[in-house]
């Protein structure tokens, strides 16, 4: 679901939407659209215990609890995400709503007055996620609320069809105690103009809490899924519907019950953390008490340092961070200095490490340049693949479930991002997220003739300082493996030599067993 404030162009309404769908379907969470050869990375994972390539992997940074041992024997289910459940209405529209709120909340009215055809619905939010994921074979499940009406039942038919089960979190006595409250599916119309801009309008846009603040507690179904769960994943936008309270006993129950928990705040981390105690509280809990973090560059990274400077006393607010990457490129690639306590996305990564509890991944989203996944002990980067691309709508929700993928089964951490990056590449392909992100034999077709956009000087200079004290280890085309120094250089082609075929294998038997 969107909650981003958007600079809307001026236009006279109402207006008569042309009713056939845009050329690529939209997100909210929408990056610049390049009609030409560029290359995209963020992806989805899922099974192989048996790899023996000789690559680090990441051991825990703590022993598993009594709890967590027991309970693993009743995971039965990969993937849940928590909430963020909506649907995308796409449209056509000659020109953009105006931004003042009291005219985007009309135009939102008046659009929802009549249901346009289902061509035009797409589902949305968290169910990108789950629907990449099983595509890649993960066993999913989607905790959040639907209503009972056209828009639930259509997402219901789509999750259904994409294999994933819905958890219901609605519980009646909840709902019969908020007769004010709302309850129906929450939608997103996502506006398109003629030169593929867009616009977004939201009910949960205009809400003073979160949609469905009426949700106090969690039910025993709910609890039941998250405890069959492998990861829990939740995101920035669940604080849009379910209230900061609810969020925090999901993820404590999770840690009770031996579930990994996948946090990432996308661009809600900089109002989070500007937000009420309870959200900054509820923020503060997740970056301590995760077990991977996801962050995307263009979503400023170091905003969440930032963060935790605040939280954690590294810097004093306010105070200023001296970081030999705080120049106009770095800057403007991940987040201002005036939003930035570390610029330098393996820096921030590792102070996030130092103050994580439970931390063992941070992973850094970077577009076009590719990934970076930081551990406590090893730097591995690998750079995204180069294709056309026609819409980056679930791009970084494709390359979650693949992250998710490679954490489950134990692949080596270059093998990992080398996947999640060509599942990103393969849904950056296509039109849209939803029913429209990668499918399995796409991403088979990238990793059989990859063509990876290397750009040797951006990371000499990123990975610079770190090469003497800690390993890295690089994805590259180069034709022979190699090391220099700390760097272990890894060729595609020996990265994936063990996944690769699983995956065509898979692929031909319509099932993913590694």
């Not at 579930?259 to 661009?267: I, L």
């Not at 923020?283 to 400077?309: K, P, W």
């Not at 693949?385 to 080596?412: E, L």
């Amino acid at each position: 679901m969107h909650h981003q404030s958007i600079a809307f162009k001026p236009l006279q309404f109402p207006f008569p939407p042309r009713l056939h769908p845009p050329n690529a379907i939209p997100s909210r969470r929408l990056f610049p659209l390049h009609l030409n050869t560029t290359a995209y990375s963020p992806c989805s994972a899922s099974s192989c215990r048996s790899f023996h390539i000789p690559l680090p992997t990441h051991p825990p940074r703590s022993l598993p609890s009594s709890n967590s041992t027991k309970n693993a024997a009743l995971k039965t289910v990969d993937v849940a995400t928590l909430g963020n459940l909506c649907v995308d209405i796409v449209l056509n529209v000659p020109k953009l709503p105006p931004s003042s709120k009291g005219a985007r909340k009309a135009i939102m009215e008046q659009l929802s007055s009549s249901p346009p055809d289902k061509q035009y619905w797409e589902a949305g939010g968290n169910c990108n996620v789950a629907i990449a994921a099983a595509r890649l074979g993960l066993n999913c499940i989607t905790i959040g609320y639907v209503g009972n009406e056209i828009y639930g039942k259509f997402l219901l038919d789509v999750l259904r069809d994409e294999g994933v089960r819905m958890v219901g979190m609605n519980e009646e006595a909840d709902v019969v105690n908020s007769p004010s409250a709302s309850h129906q599916t929450l939608l997103c119309w996502v506006l398109v103009d003629p030169l593929q801009k867009h616009g977004f309008c939201s009910p949960a846009d205009f809400f003073e809490e979160p949609a469905f603040s009426w949700m106090s507690t969690l039910s025993e179904e709910v609890k039941r899924g998250i405890k069959r769960s492998r990861i829990l994943f939740c995101n920035g936008y669940d604080f849009d519907e379910l209230c900061p309270g609810l969020i925090l006993s999901a993820v404590d129950y999770a840690i009770e019950a031996g579930t990994s928990v996948f946090f990432d705040p996308g661009p809600r981390g900089k109002s989070l953390l500007r937000g009420t105690v309870e959200e900054q509280k509820a923020l503060r809990h997740f970056l301590r008490m995760s077990d991977v973090l996801l962050l995307t560059s263009d979503e400023c990274i170091a905003n969440i340092v930032c963060l935790e400077t605040k939280f954690f006393g590294l810097l004093s607010v306010g105070e200023e961070y001296s970081s030999p990457f705080i120049d106009n490129k770095y800057a403007c690639y991940y987040g201002a200095e005036s939003l930035t306590g570390i610029a330098n996305p393996i820096l921030a990564g590792q102070e996030l490490l130092r103050t994580g509890i439970r931390t063992k991944w941070v992973v850094v989203k970077m577009g076009p340049r590719g990934s970076i996944l930081i551990t406590t002990s090893n730097i591995t980067c690998a750079s995204a693949f180069k294709v056309k691309v026609m819409d980056t709508v679930g791009c970084g929700d494709s390359f979650v479930a693949a992250i998710a993928f490679g954490f489950i089964h134990n692949i080596p951490l270059v093998t990992t991002l080398a996947f999640a990056n060509a599942v990103g590449a393969a849904t950056a392909m296509g039109c849209g997220a939803g029913r429209n992100v990668a499918a399995l034999k796409q991403v088979v077709e990238l990793m059989e003739a990859p063509n990876l956009n290397e750009d040797d000087e951006f990371w000499n200079e990123l990975l610079g300082e770190h090469l003497d004290s800690q390993e890295v280890t690089f994805l590259s085309k180069m034709i022979l493996n190699g090391s220099n120094g700390r760097m272990n250089r890894v060729t595609f082609q020996k990265a994936v030599s063990e996944l690769l075929p699983k995956l065509k294998s898979s692929q031909l038997e319509g099932t993913l067993s590694c």
